[in-house]
């Protein structure tokens, strides 16, 4: 019996210390800044640009919040467009890409290849990531593609892998088929913000 305890408390301890190694270790004063880096889930297609969740999330954090997010982008055009936004010197970069290029049925194996890259370039620049799983729109269900979280493995990186999914299933979190409306940004804000502001 006392063996099996044992067991049990070695897992909890080894599960803990993954769990909070995956957790971004960021440090954040009145001055850092987080850049939200995506396609039209950022910069807030199907709400106005007030209830996009980065204007929620600087709302809520008093952080400056840049939204970086283009309607349509791809990742591949992402890619391109993302080392010039460097220059404002972001402390977290989150990135939510990927949802142009599952809508056009583009190629898994680039969107991964292109994502790998941003996270790369993130990680060179000196700023955290936390990585955002884009649902796939053409499945029933909208269940989550297994590349973004065999990046966060592979890179080392925060994944939050709920919130989107959690929204697409939701039709009242919902402005359209696929984006949010303004209270599906606001959950995305408030997930965020949790991952940045420790209770």
């Keep these: 019996m006392m063996t099996f305890f044992v067991i049990i408390i070695v897992i909890i301890i080894v599960y803990t210390k993954e769990s909070g190694d995956r957790l971004p270790k960021i440090l954040l004063d009145k001055d850092s800044v987080v850049l939200a880096f995506g396609d039209s889930l950022t910069h807030g297609f199907g709400a106005t640009q007030d209830t996009s969740y980065p204007a929620y ?96 493995d592979a890179q080392d990186i925060f994944l939050e892998d709920e919130v989107l999914t959690h929204i697409e299933l939701n039709r009242s979190l919902k402005s359209d088929y696929v984006h949010p409306n303004a209270k599906g940004y606001e959950m995305m804000a408030d997930t965020f913000l949790k991952l940045l502001i420790e209770p």
Excluded: W
């Design 57 to 152: 999330l600087q709302e809520k954090s008093g952080l400056r919040v840049i939204n970086a997010g283009i309607n349509g982008e791809t990742s591949a055009e992402g890619l391109l467009r993302l080392p010039f936004l460097f220059k404002e010197k972001p402390d977290v970069v989150i990135l939510c890409h990927g949802g142009n290029d599952i809508l056009q049925k583009l190629s898994h194996e680039d969107l991964k290849n292109n994502l790998e890259s941003m996270v790369r370039l993130i990680k060179e620049s000196g700023a955290q990531v936390i990585l955002v799983s884009v649902p796939d729109f053409n499945v029933f269900g909208f269940r989550a593609l297994p590349l973004y979280e065999e990046i966060a």
